[in-house]
């Protein structure tokens, strides 16, 4: 056919006919053109067919093309898939930006925007990030099938326009473009402009001029919005100055000639995206030379992840038994400096805080934080048993036995007395056998029971001792699913060993609850309403208020002698929806990540809390039903290897070499520092999960970064009375703040300790750890299982 806007190819005649004769059908009027030629392939006239509209047709519905099927060899879109123009040429205050756009069959089934381009960041902010001009298909949340711009201006992030009555199917090739210029902007579909708004009426304004944000194809910002189906021949002008909109309607039409493109005056640049697959991933401007970089999923990455997995051991090669047991004698000099910072910490405290609940490594007192029951007392004592500190041991059992008392209690949270205070008796009962710890933990268990009275069986926040009542706290009538989710280890042990069931029948109701719930991709929101289950928002994350919930669900299954599939098919589950939905990489470096997800796009984040991952996915791949061999077994190592690798990293790369609270990952750039936390609170998962990685795989180079985060700490947070928290892990002498949280002691200290020693004291096999790093051992066949739906 005479079709101005795109070639003749085999599959498009072997699709459409007429008179019998191999044509193609759906063509519409160019540049006011009266009629056009229909055309056979030997060129020969078949007829002039008379335009009677100039309104969109509605397309045909052809099969799916695949990429050497398609109208033009272009670049195919997906989540993975898209290309970036680094810098800040491309945008122009005279702007125009015109693409073949083909939609496949996943915009017909949801409701997400599909992105052709952007050089903004989302959001109606007024700030340079939101300054420039973004296209999609589909407004935000909203199956409307409209193609959209949206522009930044000095009042607003989102000036908005789309194509009015016009909607794009998929399946359906479209040429689409948008001015944005000081008179107006304009949009265009197949030659026609279909809106525009002058930029003269009271309200409306210009965008401005985006000079930071790279210009993205497919993506609205990395990760998010992505287009699917493909992309081809993106143009990109500047400096027009079209005195109308008929005159950019001109533009606009020869732009549609994939001939002539490269001689349309003003051209700045122009990305056929035929050349994807190239060498190095490069993505040729033919016009200007402002080469993109197309990303893709590695074709040498592991089967069922999507990005290639860095793990810090590349160039070291294989592990020999020399190098196993050099790193055993080391480690065992190394974990007795460690257990000299343990009695460091623990003179501090029994010389200034003797049965309080914390330490004030600074001042050099006390302070009851978390209810008046000695907290750091009852969490350091599997701590002092494992370390051989015996003579500390016994005289802090001594204590529990006279002293302690939950009576001065009044409100407490239940997820956190439950980790530390019965996590701590529980374990101290099961490494000594003293009786005592078990008739303490049995007292403080029955005063935490109130808290699961609710309609669901999803227990309050909050419980009071004094007057048995549960409350919400401060998440309202909302249950945290980290704290729903991390009771069951402790109840279950309590109820296994004083044969109250009720300890552990009302601690399984919530997972029981969970499991019935359909979670998309098995990943569940951080709220869940206390009144009916409903998820009450749409945050995922495997950091702070996720991340042991997901933790509990392999361990309980452990715990149970792995005999209660439905808890380690939800593990499964997640772990699925982890790997295909939040694990990205760094632009960069490819330092692997978990990021947070809000159902529809990723924050570029991860809390230092996600690093218990790496420990978990390690624990599940060796206990995989299935085999340490098998392929979901063989991909959660090496992303537990991969994710171990970043979390290494986030104290490596700082100036005191220890972690801040969580990093960021912004496009185009690595991995930097959270910009409202920069400070370190003396976390353990980290050290968690090399002591976890060391033991499984016998890898040296595990218990070596442990080291080094010990030698760090020991350098930058030591006291003269213990260990206090960092303000800023980028600036040496920043200071040490005045706090010694439980958990250094009751994790950090043990994890970092067990990590060194090779005589391996705590089997994983054998064990079970709580959250707060207290052991327990897996119950043997008496333990009666608790069913799904019991």
């Known amino acids: 056919a005479n079709n101005p806007g795109l070639p003749m190819t085999k599959n498009v005649f072997n ?91 996943t915009s017909i089934h949801d409701n997400d925007m599909r992105t052709v381009f952007s050089n903004k960041k989302p959001g109606c902010d007024v700030s340079a990030a939101q300054y420039g001009v973004a296209m999609f298909v589909n407004s935000w949340q909203h199956r409307d099938r409209k193609l959209h711009v949206e522009y930044g201006g000095s009042s607003s992030g989102c000036h908005k326009l789309d194509s009015r009555s016009v909607e794009l199917q998929a399946l359906q090739w479209y040429h689409v473009a948008v001015y944005s210029g000081p008179s107006f902007t304009a949009l265009f579909v197949d030659g026609e402009l279909v809106n525009s708004v002058e930029h003269s009426n009271v309200g409306d304004e210009p965008h401005r001029v985006q000079d930071s944000n790279p210009f993205i194809v497919g993506h609205y910002d990395v990760g998010q919005y992505a287009f699917y189906g493909n992309i081809s021949h993106v143009a990109v002008l ?7 909109e008929g005159e950019m309607t001109s533009v606009v039409n020869r732009l549609r000639r994939v001939d002539e493109m490269a001689s349309v005056p003003s051209l700045a640049a122009l990305y056929t995206l035929t050349d994807f697959g190239a060498e190095g991933g490069v993505c040729i401007d033919s016009k200007g030379g402002h080469n993109g970089q197309y990303f893709a999923p590695s074709s040498g990455s592991l089967a069922g992840v999507n990005i290639a997995l860095v793990d810090g051991t590349e160039h070291r090669g294989a592990v020999t038994e020399e190098m196993r047991m050099n790193s055993d004698r080391q480690g065992r000099v190394r974990k007795e400096k460690i257990k000299e910072g343990m009695k460091h910490a623990w003179n501090g405290y029994h010389k200034y805080a003797w049965g309080k609940d914390e330490l004030k490594p600074i001042s050099a007192r006390g302070q009851d934080n978390w209810g008046g029951m000695g907290v750091t007392l009852v969490d350091s004592l599997d701590t002092l048993w494992l370390m051989g500190m015996k003579t500390e041991f016994y005289e802090a059992m001594k204590w529990v036995e006279t002293s302690l008392t939950f009576s001065k ?38 005063l935490l ?43 279950r042990y309590l109820s296994h060993h004083t044969n109250e069931a009720d300890f552990e029948v009302k601690a399984m109701k919530p997972l ?11 990943l569940y929101p951080i709220k869940i309403n206390i009144d009916n289950g409903a998820f009450a928002e749409q945050q995922v994350t495997f950091g702070a208020l996720g991340d042991s919930f997901y933790e509990y669900l392999l361990k309980t299954w452990l715990q149970g002698g792995k005999k209660e599939q439905w808890l380690r098919d939800m593990y499964d589950r997640a772990m699925d929806g982890a790997v295909e939905k939040l694990l990205l990489a760094s632009d960069r470096t490819g330092l692997a990540f978990l990021s947070d997800w809000n159902g529809r796009s990723n924050h570029r984040k991860m809390d230092h809390l996600v690093c218990f991952m790496p420990g978990a996915l390690a624990l599940g791949a060796y206990t995989d039903p299935k085999g340490l061999t098998s392929k979901r077994a063989v991909r959660d190592l090496a992303v537990a290897k991969a994710l171990m690798f970043t979390c290494h990293e986030m104290y490596h790369r700082m100036a005191t070499g220890i972690a801040p609270e969580y990093v960021e990952f912004p496009t185009e750039g690595d991995m930097i520092v959270g910009s409202t936390a ?23 180079i595990y218990r070596d970064w442990a080291w080094e985060i010990w030698e760090a700490i020991d350098k930058h947070c030591k006291t003269s009375h213990g260990y206090g928290a960092l303000p800023d892990v980028t600036r040496v002498g920043s200071g040490i703040d005045d706090r010694m949280e439980s958990f250094f002691l009751a994790e950090t200290m043990k994890y970092l300790y067990l990590a060194q020693d090779p005589d391996k004291p705590i089997d994983l096999m054998k064990y079970v750890f709580n959250t707060e790093a207290h052991p327990m051992k897996i119950f043997d066949d008496s333990h009666i299982s608790i069913e799904a739906d019991s």
């Open 238 to 244: 500047h400096g027009l100055h079209p005195t109308s």
């Open 512 to 522: 029981q609850l969970m499991n019935r719930i359909e979670a998309p991709y098995g």
């Open 678 to 700: 920069p400070f370190y609170i003396l976390r353990p998962e980290t050290a968690e999960s090399l002591f976890i990685l060391n033991q499984l795989t016998g890898d040296p």
């Open 15 to 105: 699709r459409w006919s007429v008179h019998g004769k191999e044509v193609v059908k759906n063509l519409r009027g160019i540049n006011n053109q009266s009629s056009i030629e229909i055309k056979s392939k030997n060129e020969e006239v078949i007829k002039d067919v008379p335009l009677e509209t100039k309104k969109l047709r509605k397309p045909l519905k052809p099969p799916r093309k695949t990429l050497s099927e398609s109208l033009i060899s272009s670049l195919e879109v997906n989540s993975k898939t898209y290309m970036v123009v680094p810098g800040n040429s491309l945008d122009h205050a005279d702007l125009l930006v015109a693409a073949y756009i083909y939609l496949d069959e």
């Open 449 to 491: 029971m109130p808290a699961f009275n609710t309609h669901t069986g999803i227990p309050f926040g909050m419980v009071n001792f004094r007057n048995g009542q549960g409350s919400g706290g401060w998440a309202g009538n909302s249950a945290i699913l980290s704290e729903l989710g991390t009771l069951q280890v402790e109840f």
């Open 409 to 446: 209690a009044g409100s407490v949270s239940v997820f956190e007395t439950t980790i530390r205070e019965l996590g701590g008796l529980l374990a101290a009962f099961d490494l000594s056998g003293e009786q005592v710890f078990l008739t303490k933990a049995q007292e403080l268990g029955r």
